[in-house]
């Protein structure tokens, strides 16, 4: 069983910045690939990044390329969402996940452990 929380979420204004991470337990963090996804209100929960096992090799939504970035520390079992030149667009609850493997993929299904989410808030 992996435990995954999220942290550092907040309100920030429009051009701003966060950096979200993720702290997984229970498990070898090493070993999987992560995701993040975000969910905003009245919508569907959408993929926004993910990073392989190793960190080599990394997913961007075409919505948030060039703003965020994904990476992660296996010595801290951490996985980082780094958001720049934020947008009230961006305002969602973004959530970390473990693939089933090694790799990732865009799809909810195939990630196995989800954290409880942060909130991130962008206003105009």
């Known amino acids: 069983q992996v435990s995954l929380v999220e942290s550092g979420g907040g309100l920030v204004q429009a051009g701003g910045s966060l950096r979200l991470s993720c702290a997984a337990s229970g498990g070898t963090f090493s070993n999987y690939g992560m995701g993040w996804f975000r969910q905003a209100p009245g919508k569907e929960r959408q993929f926004v990044a993910a990073?392989?096992?190793?960190?080599?090799?990394?997913l961007v939504a075409d919505f948030v390329k060039g703003r965020f970035t994904i990476s992660r520390d296996n010595a801290q079992n951490t996985v980082y969402l780094r958001m720049i030149n934020l947008k009230p667009e961006d305002t969602a609850i973004y959530y970390c996940?473990?693939?089933?493997?090694?790799?990732?993929?865009?799809?909810?299904?195939?990630?196995?452990?989800w954290g409880q989410g942060t909130q991130v808030t962008v206003s105009s």
């Open positions: 990073i392989n096992f190793g960190g080599r090799s990394t």
């Open positions: 996940a473990t693939h089933s493997t090694g790799w990732y993929s865009t799809q909810e299904r195939t990630y196995t452990y």
